[in-house]
């Protein structure tokens, strides 16, 4: 049902923006990659994750995303809040084609939570 559809999309942006509020100090969540020369690993990470996303390969993306990430590194929150972002705008027909849905958004967000030590009262 759409309504529901809508629902579960704005909890998921709301965990995102709460964490990004929280932690980072910022309102909304875009990872920018650097420029040039100046293309680090974790620029090359996202890149990587957001192709295997396009070609429909959610699981593999969100495995390379979790092996990689360094929980040390702010980059890597603004990473996998990005990557979640990116996965909730797209539509239950194209998660489920990638073999993904909704709730698993929301439980990959809960493990990111557990790993940079997020705590949101309530959740």
Same mark, same amino acid.
């Given at each position: ?6 629902w ?20 909304s ?5 650097? @420029? ?8 090359? *990470?996202?890149?990587t994750?957001?192709? *295997? ?13 979790? @092996? ?12 996998? *809040?990005?990557?979640?972002? @990116? ?37």
């Amino acid at each position: 049902m759409r309504i529901e559809f809508d629902w579960y999309m704005r909890q998921i942006q709301l965990v995102i923006v709460a964490i990004s509020q929280m932690v980072l100090g910022k309102g909304s969540i875009e990872y920018l990659s650097a @420029e040039g020369d100046a293309i680090s690993h974790t620029d090359t *990470l996202h890149r990587t994750v957001l192709d *295997l996303v396009k070609k429909q390969e959610i699981r593999d993306a969100q495995a390379l995303m979790f @092996e990689h990430l360094d929980v040390s590194d702010s980059n890597h929150l603004v990473l996998a *809040l990005d990557f979640y972002q @990116e996965l909730n705008q797209l539509t239950d027909d194209e998660l489920e084609s990638g073999g993904f849905s909704r709730d698993e958004i929301f439980k990959g967000l809960h493990k990111v939570m557990d790993l940079f030590s997020i705590v949101i009262p309530g959740m």
